[in-house]
């Protein structure tokens, strides 16, 4: 009787388990959300590289004179719009003006000699031929034997004498147009040394940076690195520079979308695309990479146009 019992009362116990497992996974109503079923499909994964950096003019041209001298006019301010040829400043002159001058004077001065000298040539070239006429006559003569040896010998040393003459002639002229070739060789150099003394925009752009006044002297490019005397930059293209660490650097390639935030346009975001990834590193101070420094490479992102103007 008491095993009966136990048999019967663990079926019941058993039922009863059954029972509330089967009613927890079956008998229990859905209440849960809903959600959105799409089919397997190939999609590119976004990577994003977040870093920061500056904006600069995409093409800056820096303006150093070629000569030395004191700045005697500046014809801009920092920020003007300037046009291409237009003149920017000019370094003292007089120098400049008075060696143009005497190379001037001196092609003048050569060229007249020339002139002169071919001139005189001409009158050469009239007594040689006399001399040649008279002597032509008076070997036929000798030949005739009408006049001695001696005195043919006389006509032919007159037209040698005047062949000498006249190549002499010739060859001082010569050296005469070599002068005046080295002569406006000089003026040309006197000319370039003076149109030197005026700088003049190279683009179209604005002057970015001004980093002289007037009265100032200036060192030129002609044996050292110049005085860098203002910056014309073309605003209508512009770049944003950043550095990113070693690590972003792999997920970063030419063509990549950008979005641009600037604080001073309150994280508006500007389109741009990476055009130029830097091969060489440089640290987070600036100088060649060491063991612990952080590596980071140069990024240049140019901005769409469209979104900024």
């Known amino acids: 009787m008491g095993k009966r019992f136990k048999w019967i009362l663990l079926t019941i116990i058993g039922i009863i388990v059954i029972y509330f497992v089967g009613k927890a996974a079956f008998g229990k109503k859905d209440t849960g959300e809903k959600v959105a079923v799409e089919k397997a499909a190939k999609r590119s994964i976004i990577e994003t590289v977040t870093a920061s950096g500056q904006i600069y003019p995409e093409v800056e041209v820096k303006i150093s004179p070629d000569i030395a001298g004191e700045v005697v006019e500046l014809n801009v301010m920092e920020g003007d719009s300037v046009r291409k040829g237009q003149v920017l400043a000019r370094i003292f002159a007089d120098i400049y003006a008075l060696q143009r001058d005497e190379a001037s004077s001196q092609v003048n001065q050569s060229q007249a000699t020339v002139a002169n000298s071919e001139a005189a040539l001409e009158a050469l070239n009239a007594n040689l031929t006399l001399a040649k006429q008279a ?56 000319n370039k040394d003076l149109g030197r003394t005026t700088l003049v925009a190279p683009m179209d752009g604005v002057i970015s940076s001004l980093k002289v006044k007037r009265g100032e002297r200036v060192a030129g490019n002609n044996f050292n690195v110049g005085t860098e005397m203002m910056t ?61 420094d952080v590596t980071n490479y140069e990024v240049r992102i140019r901005l769409d146009r469209a979104s900024y103007q």
């Open 232 to 292: 014309v930059a073309d605003m209508s293209i512009l770049e944003v520079r950043v550095d990113v660490g070693e690590n972003d650097i792999v997920k970063v390639n030419l063509g990549d979308s950008v979005d641009v935030e600037v604080d001073a346009y309150n994280n508006r975001k500007f389109k741009g695309v990476v055009k130029e990834i830097a091969s060489s590193t440089k640290s987070s101070t600036g100088l060649t990479t060491t063991t612990n």
């Open 135 to 190: 002597y032509d006559r008076n070997k036929s003569l000798f030949d005739q034997q009408v006049i001695s040896k001696s005195e043919l010998e006389q006509f032919e040393s007159t037209m040698r004498s005047a062949q000498a003459n006249y190549n002499a002639a010739q060859q001082n002229i010569r050296s005469l147009k070599a002068g005046v070739t080295s002569a406006q060789t000089g003026l040309t150099r006197a």
